[in-house]
């Protein structure tokens, strides 16, 4: 007879029961939601309901290390679970407390419990991997000079860490990062706890409090200067800026007070518990409304070839995200256009609002080039999809000018005073979810006290773009 201890019996029989599940379970296959734009995105069978997303920097060119503890409820029996997860490699999983089987298939990590997780139990999911921040340009990790930060938009967040990576399943974060001295570590929602330093490193805590698609996580790590301000209504205000610009930069960082309390008069209370703007150098070719702190190239603010109007109009429309795509988030990716559209709109209203850009000498232009650019990419709530084999490329010029010019319709077709209750209703009626074209739909006609879907829907989705409401005059479509 062979004596073992429990701890010792009970990883034998956790053992038999991998091997036992494996062999009768298929092969292991990548899996999605079922999103138009980008099938393989998501997974179904659970709810994230919280990331705890623990990282050890180095350098930038250095993989991280890191830990990714995800709680979750199963809304489906389970004898897998996949997770979007590539670009890193994982030492191990634990499934509720016990290991689990786990292996690559396409951009999914697949874990196999030791037994089948039943519905509607909590489930508490802890990956050890790294996270490679070498990449092929393709989102996530963005190289900066002095160190990191993300822009995991559209599809990104799984080049980072394990999760659950479609907007439909947004969730509490909770980041620590943990970096060499003379860095400073910043990400969303604010500072849990103090710094904590021990030996040559030091690791800051934060957390959202509110729910955040993992498309709009971000972590800076850099040497930067972090400055606080106050904004409307006492609202906290935390700008991250490189250290040796920080002076150069001040002017900039105090217009966005201002543009808080634009936004505010528009659409009423700004949605979560901070904001600011991360300024950073490195070359992305974009800003991006990462949650609470919006990332922007450090080239946009360095006076060459941008007029003032120009710059503080990008900063509102990544200000107006925060309502418009972060609080109110899409349910789908062709969703998009709600976003993009109602950004473009504030961005060009406040541009119209300085003198310098009419609202209706831009909608105009685009009305001319609206039909060209459904050609091109499909109408705003309906983008093209991707040839087989090929990577998407979202960001359109239907979805930005080309899905603003639904809201010019929208209001020209309702007027003013209706137009506004729809804006402000809809950020306070979605707040913190999600919601997708046909709500918007169904709240405007209700606003505007009338079915608008036969209105709209030529708009949203036809292949040549309406005639305008109060402007006979564009229907040539001369450039």
């Avoid at 994982?90 to 519905?119: M, Y």
Wanted: proline content about 8%.
């Amino acid at each position: 007879m062979q004596l073992t201890s429990p701890r010792l019996r009970a990883a034998l029989l956790a053992a038999a029961s991998l091997t036992l599940v494996a062999a009768v379970l298929p092969p292991p296959k990548a899996l999605g939601i079922g999103d138009r734009l980008f099938p393989e995105l998501g997974n179904p069978g659970y709810d994230v309901l919280s990331y705890d997303l623990s990282l050890t920097y180095k350098d930038n060119q250095s993989p991280l290390d890191a830990v990714t503890v995800i709680d979750a409820r199963a809304l489906q029996p389970l004898e897998r679970i996949n997770l979007d997860f590539t670009h890193g490699k994982v030492a191990s999983v634990e499934v509720n407390g016990e290991p689990a089987r786990f292996e690559s298939v396409g951009e999914d990590l697949v874990l196999t419990p030791a037994r089948p997780v039943v519905a509607g139990i909590p489930l508490h999911i802890t990956v050890r991997h790294t996270s490679d921040p070498r990449g092929r340009g393709d989102g996530g990790w963005v190289p900066t000079q002095d160190g990191l930060a993300m822009a995991n938009q559209a599809d990104a967040a799984h080049r980072v860490f394990p999760c659950n990576d479609h907007p439909a399943d947004k969730a509490y974060f909770t980041f620590r990062v943990t970096a060499p001295e003379g860095l400073t570590a910043v990400a969303n929602g604010v500072r849990a706890l103090p710094a904590l330093r021990m030996g040559p490193s030091t690791t800051w805590t934060y957390k959202t409090r509110h729910p955040m698609a993992t498309e709009l996580a971000q972590v800076s790590i850099g040497r930067s200067a972090v400055v606080e301000g106050t904004g409307p209504h006492g609202l906290p205000l935390r700008d991250v800026v490189p250290t040796a610009d920080r002076q150069k930069l001040d002017p900039w960082l105090r217009k966005t007070a201002g543009h808080i309390a634009w936004m505010e008069e528009r659409v009423g209370p700004y949605p979560f518990e901070n904001y600011g703007v991360l300024i950073a150098r490195a070359t992305t070719g974009f800003e991006l409304e990462t949650q609470t702190l919006s990332l922007f190239e450090h080239s946009l603010f360095s006076g060459e070839g941008y007029p003032e109007w120009y710059v503080e109009s990008v900063m509102v429309h990544e200000l107006a995200h925060q309502w418009f795509g972060d609080s109110v988030t899409p349910r789908s990716w062709s969703d998009l256009w709600l976003n993009e559209g109602h950004a473009t709109w504030y961005e060009a209203l406040y541009a119209d609002g300085l003198g310098k850009y009419s609202l209706e000498r831009r909608m105009r232009e685009a009305y001319q080039r609206s039909d060209q650019w459904r050609a091109a990419g499909g109408p705003p709530a309906a983008p093209k999809a991707a040839a087989p084999g090929q990577k998407i490329g979202l960001f359109r010029p239907v979805v930005y000018d080309g899905s603003a010019l639904i809201l010019y319709a929208l209001r020209q077709e309702i007027g003013t005073q209706a137009f506004d209750r729809v804006e402000r209703s809809w950020v306070a009626e979605h707040r913190d979810g999600t919601a997708g074209t046909a709500d918007f739909v169904r709240l405007a006609s209700r606003e505007a006290g009338r079915d608008l879907g036969p209105f709209l829907e030529p708009w949203l989705y036809g292949k040549t773009t309406p005639a305008m409401p109060g402007h006979p005059e564009w229907s040539g479509k001369s450039v």
